[in-house]
Nanobody
Framework: QVQLVESGGGFVHPGDSLTLSCVASRLYFKGSEMRWYRQFPGKPRELVATISKRPSIRTYEDSVKGRSYIYRDDAESTVYLQLKNLRPEDTAVYYC???????WGQGTQVSVFS
């Protein structure tokens, strides 16, 4: 069974930065497209960023474009999401996902408040 473990969330102030990590196991990681989603209370998960397998083509949801960077380390089976200039509206639980599968991590909470 594929396992995904996210970490790196926390309580931060507006304007701060965070880097979220997701370590995968039991997965052919370098052949997998990876995604980060987030979920606001009472809402469905929304796609935030995607990174393909090499050559690592990246796409971003409009609200984080220019403030985020997704990258991967295939040797460590890890995908990262760097979030910069965080805003209160970025407060959510962030999940990583193997594209086009139902493999999800447990999520990591990001809370942005003054």
């Amino acid at each position: 069974q594929v396992q995904l473990v996210e970490s790196g969330g926390g309580f931060v102030h507006p304007g701060d930065s965070l880097t979220l990590s997701c370590v995968a196991s039991r997965l052919y990681f370098k052949g997998s497209e990876m995604r980060w989603y987030r979920q606001f209370p009472g809402k469905p998960r929304e796609l935030v960023a995607t990174i393909s397998k090499r050559p690592s083509i990246r796409t971003y949801e409009d609200s984080v474009k220019g403030r985020s960077y997704i990258y991967r380390d295939d040797a460590e089976s890890t995908v990262y999401l760097q979030l910069k200039n965080l805003r209160p509206e970025d407060t959510a639980v962030y999940y990583c996902n193997v594209a086009n599968t139902n493999f999800w991590g447990q999520g990591t909470q990001v809370s942005v408040f003054s």
